[in-house]
């Protein structure tokens, strides 16, 4: 099994640009989420989803969108990119929460400028 | 609303001595708690897990932790630090089995001295 896939691993952006990070498990987990990490604030919880098409947001959602029409596949949309929005981005996911906790991907490093 | 609390940015231990990474937890139902450690430039890893069975929960890599409800406190102990254990430890609450979300503190980076 690959477990939770991140693609593009990095990635540079010019203000006001979109973009799409794409985040794959075939785990066939139930939930996924995503975090971005900053220096000294940890991971704060952008959007989270329980189950294809139902999606909610998390601690820091402006700037991003979601969808999950599929188990396998959560993408996060910068709608129009912003230097504050460079990040750390993880996607994570899980089967339930209370056995498991999540699994982490490896990371997409944003770089807006 | 749940939320952690790691007291402590950075933490330096010598090797062999006792390490002890501080967190604190608030929840409006009984909490599931983890602790994940992320070494450089990797994603996170999961040490250990509390979900309402015993107390004191054991990881990997020797790591411990200990439930304390009465004073909402999951701290993580390793009686004996290596070397290898110099890396960054995130504390995560989620209210048991409700929806989802995991909430992340803001991370302890654990320095260890030779």
């Known amino acids: 099994n690959a477990g939770v896939t991140q693609t593009p691993k990095f990635q540079v952006l010019k203000t006001g640009q979109s973009m799409t990070l794409q985040c794959a498990q075939d785990?066939?987990?139930?939930?996924m989420s995503w975090y971005r990490q900053d220096p000294g604030m940890g991971l704060r919880l952008i959007h989270y989803s329980v189950g294809a098409g139902i999606t909610d947001q998390g601690e820091v959602p402006n700037g991003y969108n979601v969808s999950r029409s599929t188990t396998e596949d959560f993408p996060l949309r910068l709608l129009s990119a912003a230097p504050s929005q460079t990040s750390v981005y993880f996607c994570?996911?899980?089967?339930?929460?209370?056995?498991?906790?999540?699994?982490f991907g490896s990371g997409t490093r944003l770089t807006v400028v | 609303a749940q939320s952690v609390t790691q007291l402590g940015s950075h933490v330096s231990v010598s090797e062999g001595a006792l390490v002890l990474l501080r967190c604190n937890y608030s929840s409006s139902v009984p909490p599931y708690l983890f602790w994940y450690v992320q070494y450089p430039n990797q994603g996170l890893q999961l040490l250990l897990k509390?979900?309402?069975?015993?107390?004191l929960v054991k990881g990997i890599n020797g790591f411990e932790a200990e439930f304390k409800k009465s004073e909402t406190s999951f701290h993580l102990t390793k009686p004996s630090a290596h070397m290898s254990d110099a890396a960054e430890y995130f504390c995560a609450v989620s209210e048991g089995n409700q929806g989802g979300k995991l909430i992340f503190g803001q991370g302890t980076e654990l320095s260890v001295k030779p």
């Open positions: 785990m066939n987990h139930e939930y």
């Open positions: 509390y979900t309402s069975a015993a107390t």
């Open positions: 994570a996911s899980s089967q339930t929460i209370l056995h498991y906790g999540y699994t």
